[in-house]
């Protein structure tokens, strides 16, 4: 008996944290994947206004991104309070849209260059005026296919202030 | 008492937690997928082409103007009622002979539109209004399309339109050479015909 005895006083074996690692590991590649990387780098407000006739957006090497909103409130100073288009990272006049538009449509690989399409993200907040020129640019550049970029959710819900 | 090493810190308990954290964020984050409302803009017109005539009967004017407020065939309407207000426009199918209707429900008054093929939905913005509003109209009028060609699919296909250009959509690219794809097209594209989208945006007024 005394011989079974002698065997329980010695320490608890410490618990491996080996697998602790691969825990942080697979938070990290979680994130990694599901995070959406900006393109663009805003220097606008732009929050999308919610839809429910949505539908996915083509894949973003067929997409062109014009963003309009106020600028933000660090800009504000250069550019003013009133509705801006921002093309790429830097804010533009209407007059370079169509400029803007041709220039990617010809950086696209040639078979997909009719498939292009123009997402048009706007801040919720703003006029439609400036939407109106953008969009009249577009026809004139013959980029015709557009996307009002929305978020999918009640519609009605963009009503109440 | 012998000599004892220092007891370790257990940490097991922290891969738990880790999980926790874990389970916690794959249930919250919603990933964000870029969606959006599908349009097309008219090509630019040249001078010398004027516009074809369209019945006024066969138009449907939506007017918002800069407070934000409806005017729906010269009357006030709220944003809820807009979409009910097209449905019945579009349904009406009021048309007489190869300009009836075969499929259309709605009341046939001759003073409404012919077909759904003939009837144009015009959105007029001023200027002033904001996007908000303007993305809600929109977004009710497509809707009315919406509702009519999944009422139709439901009838033809007991389907759907929804689900079916989802589908249609989501094939896989290898086997679109197969009849069954073949067929879905050709009913997704026969719904459309029979309803199709004719939302014209003239240019807005200045306020």
Redesign the interface.
């Known amino acids: 008996m005394s011989k079974f005895k002698k065997q329980k006083s010695g ?1 608890l074996p ?2 491996s ?1 080996a ?2 690692p691969d ?2 590991f ?2 990290l590649f ?2 990694m994947v ?1 995070t ?1 990387m900006r393109e663009d780098e805003l220097k606008i407000e732009n929050k999308l ?1 919610n ?7 083509e894949s973003k090497n067929k ?1 062109i991104y014009i963003y ?1 909103g106020k600028p933000s409130a660090q800009y504000q100073k250069t550019y003013g309070v009133t509705d801006v288009i921002q093309l790429g990272d830097k804010i533009s006049t209407v007059e370079e849209v169509q400029t803007y538009v041709n220039t990617k449509r010809n950086d696209m690989p040639e078979d997909i260059q009719d498939e292009m399409m123009v ?2 993200k ?8 400036v ?2 020129d953008v ?1 009249q640019e ?3 550049a ?11 959710g009640d ?2 819900r ?2 109440k202030k | 008492m012998a000599k004892r090493s220092a007891p370790e810190v257990n940490a097991g308990s922290m891969a738990d937690i880790a999980f926790l954290l874990l389970i916690f964020f794959l249930v919250t984050t919603t990933i964000e997928v870029d969606s959006g409302i599908q349009s097309k803009l008219p090509p630019p017109v040249p001078d010398e082409v004027t516009p074809p005539k369209i019945k006024q009967k066969n138009i449907f004017q939506v007017l918002v103007n800069q407070d934000n407020r409806l005017l729906v065939e010269n009357e006030d309407m709220e944003i809820k009622d807009l979409t009910a207000a097209a449905v019945k426009f579009l349904d009406n199918g009021g048309g007489e002979g190869p300009a009836g209707c075969a499929y259309c429900e709605g009341e046939r008054d001759p003073e409404s539109s012919d077909n759904p093929d003939k009837a144009v939905i015009s959105l007029v913005n001023d200027r002033q209004a904001t996007y908000n509003t303007y993305v809600t109209v929109y977004n009710e009028l497509v809707r009315a399309y919406t509702i009519l060609r999944n009422r139709e699919s439901n009838k033809r296909y007991n389907e759907s339109y929804e689900d079916m250009y989802l589908r249609y959509k989501e094939w896989p690219e290898t086997e679109k050479e197969t009849p069954e794809y073949e067929k879905l097209e050709e009913q997704v594209n026969l719904i459309r015909d029979l309803f199709p989208l004719k939302l014209s945006e003239a240019e807005p007024q200045e306020s």
Do not use: C, H
Not at chain 1, 142 to 152: E, R, V
């Open positions: 320490d410490a618990i944290t697998s602790l825990i942080v697979m938070l979680f994130f599901a959406v206004p839809a429910n006739q949505v539908e996915k957006l997409l309009i997402s048009l706007v801040d919720s907040g703003s006029k439609v005026g939407l109106t969009k577009l026809r004139e013959m980029a015709l296919k557009i996307n009002y970029t929305a978020k999918n519609p009605m963009n009503l």
